[in-house]
């Protein structure tokens, strides 16, 4: 198991293109999490999938952004018309389900710069 | 509003010294806490986690303190090494039915050699 995988790790775009992250969780673990980290700031929770369900989204998260999580494998997070707000680093986080808290793993990150 | 602050942004400490950083929670519905290590370019990498039914977890140099009732935790890194330089985030699970998790804004650690 390599852990927690996101591509790409870097994305320039200019300012109104659409961008697509990908993320690879851990195999066993059902619940996924989209976090965005700006500089100076902790991760901001964006939205959680247990299995395919997305059950969370947060208000961070416009109609611009969309994820998803077919199967309930890898996840997709896409932003349309990218705002230079959209600058950040987006962050993807898996662990096991079930009742109780776990530990989050996360990936490296994807890091968005939109000129 | 933030439910999980860290008050202080950086902390420099001497090579063998004890590091001390600093987490209060405002939501007392919040029963499980996290530490988090990251360095520059990198995933936020797992540390050490306590529950609310514990007022203590070590594990090799590092230990957490929870008191719930100041709604307050805190790491100990002891003794500190210059590889310990990173930002430190503390994290608390929401058990609201939500199950995510809300993240400090960090503590830049430099340990000095």
């Known amino acids: 198991d390599t852990g927690v995988s996101q591509d790409p790790r870097h994305k320039i775009t200019k300012r109104g293109q659409n961008v697509t992250f990908r993320c690879d969780p851990i195999?066993?673990?059902?619940?996924l999490y989209w976090y965005r980290q700006t500089l100076g700031q902790g991760p901001e929770f964006l939205t959680y999938?247990?299995?395919?369900?997305?059950?969370?989204k947060s208000r961070l998260l416009s109609d611009r952004f969309s994820a998803e999580r077919p199967k309930g494998s890898f996840s997709t997070l896409e932003i349309q018309r990218t705002e230079q707000g959209d600058s950040a680093m987006y962050l993807c986080?898996?662990?096991?389900?079930?009742?109780?808290?776990?530990?989050?793993?996360f990936g490296a990150g994807s890091r968005l710069t939109v000129l | 509003d933030q439910q999980v602050k860290q008050n202080s942004p950086s902390l420099s400490v001497q090579e063998g010294r004890i590091s001390i950083l600093n987490c209060d929670y405002t939501?007392?519905?919040?029963?499980?806490f996290l530490w988090y290590k990251k360095y520059p370019a990198e995933g936020p990498t797992f540390l050490i986690s306590?529950?609310?039914?514990?007022d203590k977890n070590e594990d090799g140099r590092f230990t957490v303190f929870l008191n719930k009732s100041a709604k307050h935790l805190s790491l100990h890194i002891v003794p500190s090494q210059p590889g310990d330089s990173a930002v430190y985030f503390c994290?608390?699970?929401?058990?609201?039915?939500?199950?995510?998790?809300?993240f400090g804004t960090g503590t830049r650690l430099k340990v000095l050699a």
């Open positions: 986080a898996s662990s096991t389900g079930g009742a109780g808290a776990n530990v989050l793993t």
């Open positions: 195999s066993e673990h059902n619940r």
């Open positions: 999938f247990q299995n395919e369900a997305q059950l969370e």
């Open positions: 939501n007392s519905m919040f029963d499980y």
């Open positions: 306590i529950s609310s039914i514990k």
């Open positions: 994290a608390a699970f929401d058990f609201s039915g939500t199950y995510k998790y809300i």
